[in-house]
């Protein structure tokens, strides 16, 4: 089996549908999302009806949690505050139905984890050994499968365990991952890149030959940024796409 990961699509319909044609390119078998279908950008029910009408296997985000509540958010910064605030103005009460239904984890076809982050780290940023570590630990004391894959930081990593040890794997466009070993992958972000490059990130992970593909889209992204200008949303929404940060 052929699966897409991607995460953090935040609202970007022009980055989404970008990656969605590639993938239909590359005849993947199923495509799992990784959380924050929205925030940040300007079309959150758009992105919402496409992971619906394509029955994309999907966990749920923090700025998901937050846009389908009803209470003060929390634990954001001001410009995501300010965009989740405004996501919730904007999304259909069936939308923001769907999103409370949406789980914090599922194991996929028996073969790997997918997760935003997990919420026993309070959602915290895995972008350490130390961060790794942790969530190794949780895996093996929740007899998890050995591979999973998060999102939350916008930034593709790959972290493993090897002898007791966190090794973090510089991620080249190629990776074949080990039976019967601890990974943890992060595909990157759809929708608001943070690595320095401001395409869309996925990756395609084939369960057969264990190898992992990373895949970066480009996309136009001045439209999704004039998007965020004329709907109102902080300005520097607009700007960290242009510079992948």
């Not at 970007?12 to 495509?31: G, H, M, P, Y």
């Not at 394509?54 to 410009?79: C, F, K, Q, R």
């Not at 919730?88 to 069936?94: H, P, S, V």
């Not at 593709?156 to 794997?169: A, D, Q, S, Y």
Request: proline share 4%; glycine share 6%.
């Amino acid at each position: 089996m052929r699966y897409a990961v991607l995460s953090d699509i935040h609202s970007n319909l022009e980055a989404f549908s970008s990656v969605l044609e590639r993938i239909t390119a590359l005849k993947v078998d199923r495509i799992v999302c990784l959380g924050d279908i929205v925030g940040y950008n300007a079309d959150p029910n758009q992105c919402v009806a496409l992971i619906k009408d394509l029955s994309i296997t999907t966990v749920a985000g923090n700025h998901d949690e937050e846009a389908a509540s009803t209470e003060a958010p929390h634990n954001l910064n001001p410009s995501a505050e300010e965009s989740i605030l405004w996501t919730r103005a904007k999304l259909t009460e069936e939308n923001k139905r769907f999103l409370r239904t949406l789980p914090a984890a599922v194991v996929v076809d028996g073969l790997f984890v997918a997760l935003h982050s997990p919420k026993d780290t309070g959602n915290k940023y895995i972008s350490s050994k130390h961060a790794a570590a942790t969530v190794f630990k949780l895996l093996r004391e929740a007899q998890a499968r050995p591979l999973a894959f998060l999102g939350h930081t916008h930034v593709r990593c790959v972290f493993t365990e090897k002898n007791g040890e966190v090794v973090e794997i510089k991620t080249t466009e190629t990776i074949k991952i080990e039976k019967n070993q601890y990974y943890l992958i992060n595909p990157g972000s759809v929708g608001q890149p943070r690595g320095g490059d401001p395409r869309a990130s996925f990756l395609v992970f084939d369960s057969e030959s264990g190898e992992i593909e990373f895949h970066h889209v480009p996309y136009d992204i001045e439209a999704a940024a004039e998007k965020i200008r004329a709907a109102g949303l902080p300005d520097i929404n607009a700007k960290r796409l242009t510079l992948g940060q």
